[in-house]
């Protein structure tokens, strides 16, 4: 297991747990703009990495909500390596 995710409403809520979880001393991420969701990473005294994210603003934003899943769509930030990701794709 990498790590446990949680919802949170909406990106305001996210950065009110940004200033908790700061506020309680854990070394934490900040505010993470996946592109798909926005998210914040910590880990709790045991060493378990958490995040919690936004549902949006969706997996749709790229693409029509009728054709998710007919090719790999990539974050921005991915887009750069996707010939790499590609080539370490298996069939399923």
Excluded: C, Q
């Excluded at 854990?26 to 994210?53: C, H, M, Q, T, W």
């Excluded at 909500?65 to 930030?77: M, N, V």
């Amino acid at each position: 297991m990498h790590h446990v995710a949680f919802r949170v409403e909406d990106e305001a809520e996210l950065r009110a747990w940004i200033g908790k979880i700061s506020s309680a001393g854990l070394v934490n991420s900040g505010f993470v703009d996946r592109f798909y969701f926005k998210s914040l990473y910590f880990r709790e005294p045991n060493g378990i990495l958490f995040e919690l994210a936004t549902d949006g603003p969706g997996f749709d934003t790229d693409e029509p909500l009728d054709r998710l899943g007919e090719r790999l769509a990539l974050p921005p930030f991915l887009e750069p390596h996707r010939e790499r990701i590609e080539a370490d794709l298996k069939p399923i």
